[in-house]
């Protein structure tokens, strides 16, 4: 069936280290892909989104890139802040699905 | 502010109870989802409604049932609680449902304590 795997956490970063985040999706025909950010008790945002291969999502100096050949949509970011700290969550969603498919979630704390 | 409200914010209630959550979707979405967030199962999904239709059914389970009415706002019954229901609930809604690509917008939650 479709899944996400993400990255274990928590990672922790300095303030100004580059970030990256694991992702690998597993689903037949060409699905979309996202990610989802959870602040600290608050619901989940969509961050950016890929709806086709090689398609590139950025967004608040995020970006992910969607890579068929390895079926993987990886998180980056070149200078993370205190206030990026959160969790993290990667999702498909299929053409005629009715629901994402979220990975575990990837908590980020980011000290100063 | 993603536009979607859930009441309420937070739920505490003993074993074998019965609770009611609620949500809004935002103006003009037809679709609603309901997830699940656990320590142990991550997000999963639920159920969702299009229209005050059922649409799709995930993991939930018989205890557990929705309904959207006509108004488009939806409830999320959940019966005979257990300690494991202990978890937060999120409500999403979009425009439609399915098709090629689906935008989902999250509710802050309803994080339920059963003890």
């Known amino acids: 069936g479709d899944s996400v795997t993400q990255m274990e956490g928590p990672v922790t970063l300095s303030e100004e280290a580059f970030l990256t985040i694991n992702c690998t999706y597993t689903a037949t025909g060409y699905p979309s892909l996202f990610w989802y950010v959870q602040y600290p008790g608050e619901g989940l945002q969509l961050l950016l989104k890929?709806?086709?291969?090689?398609d590139k999502g950025s967004n608040k100096g995020f970006e992910a890139t969607y890579r068929k050949e390895t079926t993987s949509f990886h998180l980056e970011k070149g200078s993370v802040q205190v206030s990026d700290s959160a969790v993290y969550f990667c999702a498909l969603f299929k053409t005629g699905a009715n629901n994402l498919f979220f990975g575990t979630g990837t908590r980020l704390t980011v000290i100063p | 502010d993603s536009g979607v409200t859930q009441t309420p914010k937070h739920l505490i209630t003993a074993t074998g109870q019965r609770v009611t959550l609620r949500c809004s979707p935002r103006s003009g979405d037809l679709s609603v989802y309901w997830y699940q967030q656990s320590l142990d199962q991550g997000l999963q999904f639920l159920i969702q409604?299009?229209?005050?239709?059922?649409?799709a059914k995930g993991n939930i389970l018989e205890r557990f049932s929705a309904q959207q009415f006509p108004d488009l706002h939806s409830e999320l019954n959940l019966s005979s609680l257990e300690l494991g229901d202990s978890a937060l609930y999120f409500c999403?809604?979009?425009?439609?449902?399915?098709?090629?690509?689906?935008?989902?917008?999250f509710g802050p939650g309803t994080r339920l304590t059963v003890l």
């Open positions: 409604y299009y229209n005050g239709e059922e649409r």
């Open positions: 890929a709806t086709k291969a090689d």
């Open positions: 999403a809604s979009s425009v439609i449902a399915g098709g090629a690509y689906n935008e989902q917008f």
